[in-house]
């Protein structure tokens, strides 16, 4: 494990995920400080940070081609836990905040939507990449992307889960850009989302009862309509989230930093970024987004070392997607930019379903980042002894010594020759 952090090439990215974790503990601690509450939260999720750091470990011992035939049974496997939702006990799933949407195991909690949303980025990552679904016509890649997407949708919606539901409407919109050929498919599709939201909205201001109707539990519409008139919910449905707008105009330019306490619930997790601006002001909070846009840029850097339409840059690509939907969407409803929704922020909010989740996904980057890396060296190697090489199929005795990759010290040695044919694996 430790040579595994050492390592200068998955240190390059392994160093957010500490900062990402120490930054995490630190504003839980805050949180439950400014609470009055014991740091039961703060423990949990540094047991948590372990148990992800190890996910991260052991799937670098796996190749990437079998993580990608993987994503198939692990898509599988994720529908299973949320269907399992609706057919174990009630106080195995119990109803939290109106949500049917976690498996009660005694010492943790699981969220299954969470594990669906990255098995569904794992598999379409792996249809797309296929030649056979590039030379699909527009309408025929939509259908398949939209029933592998759909299933998932549907489910987490019975669980009254809408913030992860709408984490699945992202990727297909996301998805409906990257492969679509024709205009005219992007702008009708696009047209029709924007149109169901302005009726949304107009419907949640004039005709409320119609959202009920068609399925809108009261306590999301409330949340649309606190939203559309604070003044008017200020005392009630509004009241959470105008402390959470008046802690962080408190913070102002430099923060606070553990003064004036103030209760606020489900600060730790919905409303994290709250804390930080909070305690460290908007100089801090403008810190904060700059890491995370440094790290955005480190994995669009590692995408383009991919080659362009395969399993691996496609992952990325998805991931990244995934990683900027919830921190934005998080940060959006802590500022009232949009009505609170209910996603946690990615390696930063408390959870452990959330964060076993994002370190799966951020174990397989690790991975790609790696397996890059060790071909880049490859590469490098044999271009030095080409001439050498091209002169034989195979190499005997009295060639020199062959290239074997040492993972500990991040590159090659050699050692006495043995027959050689060379193959480039894929990424």
């Known amino acids: 494990m430790l040579n595994f952090i050492k390592n200068k090439t998955n240190l390059s990215i392994l160093i957010f995920y500490f900062i990402f974790s120490f930054s995490s503990l630190l504003f839980i601690l805050l949180a439950e400080y400014n609470n009055n509450k014991t740091p039961t939260l703060f423990l949990k999720q540094f047991v948590f940070y372990l148990i992800g750091l190890g996910i991260i470990y052991l799937l670098q011992k796996i190749p990437i081609d079998?993580?990608?035939?993987?994503?198939?049974?692990?898509?599988?496997?994720a529908l299973v836990l949320l269907v399992g939702i609706f057919l174990v006990p009630n106080n195995f799933a119990p109803i939290v905040n109106g949500a049917r949407s976690w498996y009660n195991l005694g010492l943790f909690t699981l969220q299954p939507s969470e594990f669906g949303k990255i098995?569904?980025?794992?598999?379409?990552?792996?249809?797309?990449?296929?030649k056979s679904f590039k030379d699909n016509t527009d309408t025929v890649k939509l259908l398949k992307i939209s029933l592998?997407?759909?299933?998932?949708?549907?489910l987490v919606l019975k669980e009254n889960d809408l913030g992860n539901g709408l984490f699945f409407i992202f990727l297909f919109l996301g998805l409906v850009f990257l492969v679509c050929n024709k205009g005219k498919t992007l702008f009708r599709i696009y047209s029709v989302v924007i149109a169901g939201l302005a009726i949304i909205i107009l419907a949640a201001l004039y005709f409320p009862r119609l959202l009920n109707l068609v399925g809108l539990k009261s306590y999301q519409l409330n949340r649309i309509l606190s939203w559309l008139n604070p003044e008017a919910y200020k005392l009630d449905y509004s009241y959470q989230i105008t402390q959470v707008l008046r802690e962080i105009k408190l913070g102002g330019l430099t923060g606070t930093f553990a003064k004036n306490k103030?209760?606020?619930d489900e600060q730790f997790n919905d409303f994290i970024f709250s804390i930080v601006a909070k305690n460290f002001g908007f100089i801090g909070a403008a810190?904060?987004?700059?890491?995370?846009?440094?790290?955005?840029?480190?994995?669009?850097?590692?995408?383009?070392?991919?080659?362009?339409?395969?399993?691996?840059?496609?992952?990325?690509?998805?991931?990244?997607?995934?990683?900027?939907?919830?921190?934005?969407?998080?940060?959006?409803?802590?500022?009232?930019?949009i009505p609170v929704i209910g996603i946690s922020m990615p390696f930063i909010s408390y959870g452990g379903s959330s964060l076993i989740a994002n370190s799966i996904l951020f174990g397989i980057i690790v991975k790609i980042n790696a397996t890059i890396h060790e071909e880049y060296l490859e590469d490098e190697y044999y271009e030095n002894y080409e001439d050498e090489y091209d002169?034989?199929?195979?190499?005997?005795?009295?060639?020199?010594?062959?290239?074997?990759?040492?993972?500990?010290n991040n590159n090659y040695y050699e050692e006495e020759p043995q027959q050689y044919k060379r193959s480039k694996r894929k990424r």
């Open 66 to 77: 079998y993580i990608e035939k993987f994503s198939i049974a692990f898509y599988l496997f």
């Open 119 to 130: 098995a569904t980025v794992a598999m379409i990552s792996m249809l797309i990449k296929e």
């Open 148 to 154: 592998i997407i759909s299933i998932p949708f549907v």
């Open 262 to 264: 103030n209760y606020i």
């Open 287 to 337: 810190i904060f987004l700059t890491i995370f846009f440094i790290f955005i840029l480190r994995l669009f850097n590692i995408m383009k070392k991919c080659e362009q339409g395969n399993y691996s840059y496609y992952f990325i690509l998805l991931a990244i997607c995934s990683f900027c939907f919830s921190f934005f969407i998080n940060i959006f409803s802590t500022l009232s930019i």
């Open 391 to 408: 002169e034989a199929q195979y190499i005997d005795d009295s060639h020199p010594l062959d290239p074997v990759y040492d993972n500990n």
